[in-house]
């Protein structure tokens, strides 16, 4: 599975979460607030504190806890509120 | 400070017209009584989206009072600064124009004879090109056809507003008391009011006003003087926050019309707006379907429909709420204002359908110059309460 | 439409599924999971294979899906709507928060909500640090992804579930550095004779957890909480202390103890979401059932988590209850599930003794400063919740969100909504919890036109298979 985080390709397999690829790699926060700028990244693991937001393919707002990697995702940050491209 | 044992007025109903009759009544230096059976600021004026507009309506007495309400508030929030402070009076006030688009070739016509007609009545309406239009709003959709853009349109969030007009109340020595429901008026044997039934108990006052907003019906067959006050259901949707993309209250031509019918069907012309918090409010539908507030996923569909069609950049961004309110609206689309000649001492302040919060200052100033017998600034006549939409035949939906 | 609906795959919704299918109806299980098994039998997400767990009707066997119950996974329940005769369900199939995916409407006579909890987590200084997890979070991610939230772990909070989760942390290797109880320790409760216990099978089950912290050598405090976490960027060590009997924390008490990971969990919230759009009544802010699962709406039942908090037994119990009678307001022959409702009854026995035992109590207010963040997704501070209180007299939970912002973010007031609620002195544990909209989903798909469907009641003419009538 080829799946690349912010521009890097890291190690993934079928049936990880983009949460999971992340800690299992070491990167333990993922995005901004918007308001402080602070960092954030997995905390109910279970898909209701939206805390774990990332941007996948282009797309931000993605719960990294609840989405599964596919071949060929561009995970990237999230930096605050973020419109998709 | 005291509870108030017995009050000047007591204003039944803690929304923003309730909170705007009470800070008028306690500046004329009334004694005022708040009531409210849930806790202020909590039931229609919640839902509000903090509107305060002079472009939906066209020439007549409803634009009158929305152009003397707009050049209020200002001042209004400038004063309850100085008297409360910063915080207290913080209602966001954002003097941020609105922007009338017109999407269909068939809409331009129609969208340029109502600014000419809104700018002979002294509003500012600026007619724009696609191109003005654009650079107005750099993400509006590429079909736009032609716009008008209002620079007195302002949004504030009526939650606060409605709070610190209450805050002003309290200032000055009144009283809001929240979880205490009014059944009914109690009358002196002459037929005045002389106080407001509550839970087995009877609160002297000389006047009381009925601002229970789209219950007021309710209140006024309680009080044996009925008012036909209907409610009109709203659904608004909200985004997750997004960085700046709306700049100011943009909306569809075909919403003035909207807000003009009476129709019973689901009527949904878009309103987006930013808020504070980088949320995008996208409002709004009106629906006759009595105080039922189920949801109806209908209306959220078209109401996305009509919001990506003004700005495509938002179909993929996450809609995270929807929430409704029920807008109390008249028969003739007037609000009431003013004292029930049936029974000297009863006043209503309610039917202002989907523009209370931009009416609340004017209706508060209008409904004190008339109880404290001043001048009113505006005609009082086609508010009055015996006109025959609101009093004949008021079959009160509950 | 002659089929039960069943929202949610976890014990409750699984043994609903398996009682409604077994009685000749059809079934639709929704959830949100790639997999079946909820919260409490979560899979092993990496693994190709389905592995369930034992089945609620025969312990000897592993669950299987029934042919006649259709599992749709991935499938995220946003809206919840009542239509003539029933209700419809609107549902997003696909990768989560993915705008490609599709959408599809269940009606039914007979719903069943199954929809679970999440932990509670209560605010300190420094919670919103990264390393601070829910003790749900490092169970999930443990179960389901085989990972450590950490290396060196403090687990916080209370009540029995913090020791399943310090034991699938070792089990992953973390190290777990102490197990923090902010009440009397569990194994007294669990030893009483008096017996909440009795019969309950999660008695077994604790001890083994139990065994296996005692074999690592982690420590097990009572009556101590984690009262701050501390880092630059995320966890580098946290503050633990002794509570009161009220949890405020005894002066003196105070250690720092390195750690790079902490897992608080305090209890559970019911997702209550499209229980609240079906206009069901809540009590004590849980849905209330009757003695055959069924709320205070006709056709619509609740199961499991979202009635109260009893565990997996108790849920799957409850989710055997409500499928029996879905299947039978749909017309199929079914007796009374007499084992399934006794197991009902021991299972809220303990269930009320684990709320008596393991509350959250006041003392937590303490725990935060002016500055504290409590509502995360605004980063709204405590400070800000007080003021519009002291200052505007705010007195429910609408003027409350707008006023100080809590709330107001993508969560929805899901993490922040009950702490909030307490900390401005509003008494509904639910205040919160109206969200129309059950789980986001993008404006493009919300603008998609619903695939046309029958009506409710037009399709209960068509005969269900299998059913006498
Ligand atoms: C979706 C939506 C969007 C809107 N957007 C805008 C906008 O952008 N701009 C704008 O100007 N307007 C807007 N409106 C309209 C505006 O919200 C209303 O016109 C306004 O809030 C009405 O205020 P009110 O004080 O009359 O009613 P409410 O706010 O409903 O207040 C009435 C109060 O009376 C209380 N009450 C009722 N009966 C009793 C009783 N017997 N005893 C004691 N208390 C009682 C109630 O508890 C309530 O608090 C919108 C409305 C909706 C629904
Ligand atoms: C993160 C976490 C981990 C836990 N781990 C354990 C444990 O290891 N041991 C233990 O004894 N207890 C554990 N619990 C406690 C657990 O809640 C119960 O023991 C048990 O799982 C409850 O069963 P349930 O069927 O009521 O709910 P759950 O098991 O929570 O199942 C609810 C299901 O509903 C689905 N769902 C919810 N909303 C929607 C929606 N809108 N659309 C579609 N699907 C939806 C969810 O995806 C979930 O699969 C855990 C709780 C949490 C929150
Ligand atoms: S960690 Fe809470 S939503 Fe993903």
Redesign the interface.
């Known amino acids: 599975m080829r799946v690349t985080w912010d521009g890097r390709e890291v190690e993934a ?5 983009v ?2 690829v992340l ?2 790699n070491g990167v ?2 993922w995005r901004t ?4 700028g ?14 774990c ?1 990332v941007r ?1 393919n282009g ?1 931000p ?3 990294a ?4 990697v ?1 071949d060929g995702d561009d995970i990237r940050p999230q930096r ?5 491209s | 400070m005291g509870r108030i044992e017995s009050a000047d007025v007591v204003v039944v109903g803690a929304g923003i017209i309730g909170a705007a009759c009470a800070e008028a009544l306690s500046a004329a230096g009334l004694r005022v009584l708040v009531l409210d059976r849930g806790a202020p600021a909590a039931a229609t004026t919640a839902s509000g989206e903090g509107n305060v507009l002079v472009s939906d309506k066209g020439p007549g007495p409803e634009l009158d009072l929305a152009v003397a309400s707009r050049r209020r508030w200002p001042d209004l929030i400038d004063s309850l600064r100085e008297e409360l402070g910063d915080e207290l009076a913080r209602v966001e006030w954002e003097p941020k124009g609105g922007l009338m688009v017109a999407t269909e070739p068939e809409a331009v016509g129609p969208l340029a004879a109502l600014t000419r007609a809104q700018r002979a009545a002294g509003i500012e309406a600026v007619d724009l090109d696609a191109a003005a239009a654009r650079d107005m709003e750099p993400h509006l959709t590429e079909r736009v056809e032609a716009a008008a853009h209002y620079p007195e349109d302002a949004q504030l969030q009526p939650v606060l507003a409605a709070m610190a007009l209450l805050a002003a109340v309290r200032a000055r020595g009144g009283e809001v008391r929240g979880g205490v429901e009014a059944h009914g008026v109690v009358y002196d044997p002459g037929g005045a009011v002389c106080g407001v039934r509550v839970d087995g108990d009877a609160i002297p006052c000389g006047a009381v006003v009925n601002a229970c907003g789209p219950w007021a019906g309710h209140l006024s067959v309680a009080a044996g003087a009925p008012v036909e006050v209907l409610p009109r259901r709203g659904m608004v949707l909200v985004t997750a926050p997004l960085p700046p993309v709306v700049r100011r209250k943009v909306y569809a031509a075909d919403y003035v019309a909207a807000v003009a019918s009476g129709a019973v069907d689901l009527q949904v012309s878009p309103v987006v707006e930013s808020t504070a918090t980088g949320t995008v409010l996208i409002g709004s539908s009106r629906r006759r379907v009595g105080f039922d507030d189920a949801l109806e996923v209908e209306v959220l569909q078209r109401l996305a429909r009509s919001a990506i069609a003004l700005f495509p950049v938002l179909s993929g961004v996450p809609v995270m709420r929807a929430y409704g309110g029920f807008r109390p609206y008249t028969p003739d689309h007037l609000p009431v204002i003013g004292e029930d000649p049936r029974t000297p001492g009863l006043w209503h302040a309610t039917g202002h359908e989907g523009a209370g919060i931009g009416l609340a200052p004017a209706t508060g100033r209008l409904l004190a110059d008339l109880m404290c017998g001043r001048e009113p600034e505006l005609d009082a006549m086609p508010f009055r309460v015996d006109r025959p939409a609101v009093i004949v035949g008021s079959a009160v939906e509950r | 439409m002659s089929r039960v609906v069943v929202v949610g795959g976890g014990p409750a919704g699984m043994a609903a599924a398996e009682a409604a299918a077994s009685r000749g109806v059809e079934v639709v299980l929704i959830d949100a999971a790639p997999k079946l098994g909820g919260q409490y039998h979560r899979q092993d997400g990496l693994s190709s294979e389905d592995r369930l767990a034992p089945s609620a009707a025969h312990a000897d066997r592993r669950w299987t899906s029934p042919e006649n119950v259709e599992h749709v996974p991935d499938a995220s329940a946003w809206a919840v709507e009542a239509v003539d005769g029933g209700h419809r369900v609107h549902v997003r199939v696909g990768l989560a928060d993915d705008p490609s995916r599709e959408g599809r409407v269940f009606a039914t006579r007979a719903l069943v909500l199954a929809t679970g909890a999440y932990d509670r987590a209560l605010p300190f200084p420094g919670w919103d640090l990264p390393g601070v997890f829910t003790a749900g979070a490092a169970q999930a991610l443990a179960k389901g992804q085989g990972v450590a939230v950490g290396d060196r772990v403090v687990v916080g909070g209370t009540g029995p579930f913090l020791l399943p989760v310090a034991s699938s942390l070792v089990g992953v290797g973390a190290r777990v550095v102490e197990v923090a109880e902010a009440n009397a320790a569990v194994t007294g409760w669990l030893s009483r004779p008096t017996g909440a216990m009795a019969g309950w099978s999660k008695a077994g089950e604790l001890a083994r957890y139990a065994g296996v912290l005692a074999r690592h050598g982690v420590p097990y405090r009572s009556r101590t909480a984690v009262l701050a976490a501390h880092g630059a960027e995320s966890v580098e060590s946290v503050t633990v202390a002794r509570l009161d009997r009220d949890w405020s924390p005894v002066p003196g008490t105070e250690r720092r103890v390195e750690a790079d990971a902490v897992a608080v969990g305090f209890g559970f919230t019911p997702q209550l979401e499209l229980a609240l759009a079906a206009r069901c009544r809540l009590e004590d802010g849980f849905v209330a059932v009757d003695a055959a699962q069924g709320t205070s709406v006709d056709g619509v039942f609740a199961a499991g988590e979202l009635t109260g908090i009893g565990g997996a037994d108790l849920a799957a119990a409850e989710g055997a209850v409500a499928g029996f009678a879905a299947a039978k307001r749909l017309g199929a022959v079914v007796e009374a599930p007499l084992r399934a409702m006794s197991r009902v009854r021991a299972g809220r026995r303990f269930a009320r003794a684990l709320a008596a035992a393991y509350p959250v109590r006041s003392g937590w207010q303490d725990w935060l400063r002016d500055d504290t963040v409590v509502c995360r997704c605004e980063e709204v501070a405590k400070r800000a919740l007080y003021r519009a209180v002291d200052e505007r007299d705010v007195g429910a939970a609408g003027p409350l969100k707008l006023v100080s912002g809590a709330g107001l973010g993508l969560c929805q007031g899901r993490i922040c909504g009950r702490n909030a609620a307490e900390l401005a002195g509003l008494d509904d544990p639910a205040a919160f919890a109206k969200r129309p909209i059950a789980v986001p989903l993008r404006l493009s798909e919300l603008a998609e036109e619903s695939r046309a469907e029958a009506p409710v009641d037009a399709e209960a003419a068509a005969r269900p298979f299998g059913i006498d009538r």
């Open positions: 397999r079928p049936g990880q979460t949460a999971g800690i299992a333990r926060s607030t918007r308001a402080e602070r960092p954030r990244g997995l905390f109910c693991g279970i898909g209701v504190c939206f805390d937001l996948v797309v707002d993605v719960r806890c609840q989405r599964l596919a605050g509120a973020e419109l998709p």
